[in-house]
């Protein structure tokens, strides 16, 4: 009779459990679903994604002109990171296609700063940043010229190594 009552007591549990599983589901498949609500939330554009590259760009130059080599890499992670975004969450741009063109000029600066060749740094970011303006132009905006800043938008940031 125990076994009887233990076995009645689980299937009720069970079964209340699986009850409430199957009530999420027609939940989360309803017209209030969050699957539904996500389309519409914020994506950031490709401009919003690009403002953040151009902000790495900026302090990856004065990071590694102080030979800042651990600033310098983690501002090259951001930039990466930023590519890896605009891959993902603005596949549907046709300027998509013209995005490898800057690999190269990744790569170069990785190397350098991984070398910490402050002169290997400079002549590889010159070559990213020329890459980052061919790109512009193969996608028809050579209007958005990039160059090397000459001052720092940035002056609560010291770059120096501390």
């Not at 009887?4 to 309803?30: D, H, N, R, T, Y």
């Not at 651990?70 to 992670?77: N, S, T, V, Y």
Request: net charge negative.
């Amino acid at each position: 009779m125990k076994y009887v009552f233990f076995l009645l007591f689980f299937l009720v549990v069970f079964g209340s459990c699986e009850q409430a599983a199957k009530e999420a589901i027609v939940q989360k498949s309803g017209s209030g679903s969050l699957e539904k609500k996500i389309p519409q939330g914020y994506k950031p554009g490709l401009g919003e994604f690009m403002l953040g590259v151009q902000t790495h760009h900026v302090k990856l130059w004065f990071a590694g002109n102080a030979e800042n080599w651990e600033l310098a890499k983690f501002e090259m992670d951001e930039t990466r990171e930023l590519f890896d975004d605009i891959k993902l969450y603005c596949n549907d741009r046709k300027e998509l296609k013209y995005l490898p063109i800057i690999e190269p000029g990744l790569d170069s600066v990785e190397h350098a700063i991984a070398a910490k060749n402050i002169s290997g740094f400079k002549s590889a970011y010159m070559f990213m940043t020329g890459q980052c303006n061919s790109c512009h132009r193969s996608a028809d905006h050579g209007f958005n010229v990039i160059v090397v800043p000459d001052k720092s938008p940035f002056p609560d940031q010291d770059f120096k190594k501390h």
